[in-house]
């Protein structure tokens, strides 16, 4: 799928960037017919999309509506109601609305700087990625099928354009299952636009998955279709990575609680052993208190007992 494009280059500059050569072999720019496009960071369907195609053998510029409304619609534009901003290429002579502007030869390119698409992985987190040419300074040329009508009311011309979309090559699978058809040489360009109503095999083989592409994460302000400026370019920082226990090391952490526990365990009677020895020490202490006073009791009867001899002798004399 195809629901966001990028097309930065103004009108004239984009006219010198799709230069080409002429059938007589010089350089020619391709003339623009109508406005101007003016570039734009976040195009969405239904709004203007720069258009190269060719016109006898040359090569032109318009301001189209993206979302293709058929020449046959004649009432108001808010009146037509069919989502046509992409065509599946698998279908293109199959749905009438594709295969009659196909067989009339109006087959065209989107010049852009490349598209936006999201994630359609179910349960994924959608994020917008910026999808552009492999090769930097290149335009993406995006194969397209175009129409006009005149609008009842005011009787104007209206141009519009539908993108072809292809199955996703291997450079976007993963993201998503579908990517627009894209021209990558000038021989391509040419045989697409200037084939006339040739209907061939040949033309549609030119519809396939393409990997000249490169792609980054952008941030989800391009998700709003009013955000239009350079910040919906700019890369997305990859979110942190949170630290994550595996079972082993969530199992790991166990034997060190038991480790703890057997070395508080360990500890536990070494400290008893260090309170008995406390103990015995003040027993030790004690014992030897009362012996020291058991002596000086000794010492004191013994004085008393010499005085009192020392009376009785004189008692006898």
């Known amino acids: 799928m195809c629901g966001r494009l990028a097309c930065l280059v103004e009108g004239r500059t984009l006219s010198v960037r799709c230069e080409y050569k002429s059938s007589e072999g010089g350089t020619e720019r391709p003339e623009w017919e109508g406005s101007f496009h003016q570039p734009s960071y976040n195009i969405p369907p239904t709004t203007q999309v720069p258009v ?4 006898l053998g040359k090569r032109y510029l318009r301001s189209m509506r993206w979302g293709l409304v058929p020449s046959t619609h004649r009432k108001p534009l808010r009146e037509f109601n069919l989502s046509t901003h992409n065509c599946c290429s698998e279908s293109i002579t199959e749905r009438p609305i594709y295969n009659r502007v196909f067989k009339l030869g109006r087959r065209c390119i989107i010049p852009a700087a ?3 698409e999201w994630n359609s992985t179910k349960g994924a987190e959608k994020i917008p990625h910026f999808v552009h040419p492999a090769e930097d300074g ?3 040329y995006i194969a397209a099928l175009y ?3 005149k609008l009842e009311g005011d009787g104007s011309e209206l141009f519009s354009v539908s993108v072809i979309t292809t199955s996703a090559s291997s450079s976007i699978s993963w993201l998503h299952h579908r990517m627009p058809a894209l021209l990558e040489t000038e021989e391509e360009v040419q045989r697409w636009l200037h084939s006339g109503q040739l209907q061939s095999e040949s033309l549609l083989s030119l519809l396939h998955p393409r990997t000249c592409i490169g792609l ?3 941030c989800k302000t391009v998700n709003s279709v009013h955000t ?3 910040d919906c370019l700019v890369m997305k920082e990859p979110p942190k ?3 994550s226990v595996t079972m082993d090391k969530f199992f790991a952490k166990k034997p060190k609680l038991e480790e703890q526990k057997e070395e508080k365990i360990k500890q536990e009677p070494s400290e008893s052993t260090e309170g008995n020895k406390e103990n015995e020490n003040n027993k030790e202490v004690s014992l030897n208190k009362v012996k020291k006073e058991e ?5 004191t009867v013994q004085g008393v007992s010499s005085v009192e001899q020392v009376k009785y002798e004189k008692l006898s004399q």
């Open 52 to 55: 190269l195609y060719g016109r």
């Open 295 to 299: 002596r000086s009791s000794e010492d």
């Open 241 to 243: 990575k949170r630290k």
């Open 147 to 149: 129409d006009k009508c």
């Open 228 to 230: 239009n400026g350079p």
């Open 216 to 218: 980054y994460p952008v």
């Open 138 to 140: 290149k335009l993406m």
């Open 114 to 116: 490349g598209f936006y």
